[in-house]
């Protein structure tokens, strides 16, 4: 999904995220991203590397620039690979 954003937004796209399951291969980011990070987590069920990538993503979301526009493309497994828990 990251890669087919890139192809259709091209240079628009200054920042990227990408976060998949551990034991596949790498997450993947465009070449054309001014800047990307990759985080890992785990599925079906989430681990300690699902709640450092929730971790990551809030930092990551908290440091976009003031005129950013974010795009978050979502898909199935997602509540488990990028988990931030509940605040009481």
Known sequence: M???????????????????????????CSPRARTCSCSSGAHPLPDERS??????????????PPQARPLFLISGGASSLVEVLRRA
């Not at 990251?2 to 993947?28: F, K, M, T, V, Y």
């Not at 709640?51 to 976009?64: E, F, K, P, S």
């Open 51 to 64: 709640l450092a990538a929730g971790a990551q993503l809030l930092a990551w979301v908290d440091a976009l």
């Open 2 to 28: 990251a890669l087919g954003a890139h192809e259709a937004l091209g240079s628009a796209i200054d920042h990227a995220r990408s976060s998949s399951r551990a034991r596949r291969q790498a997450p993947r």
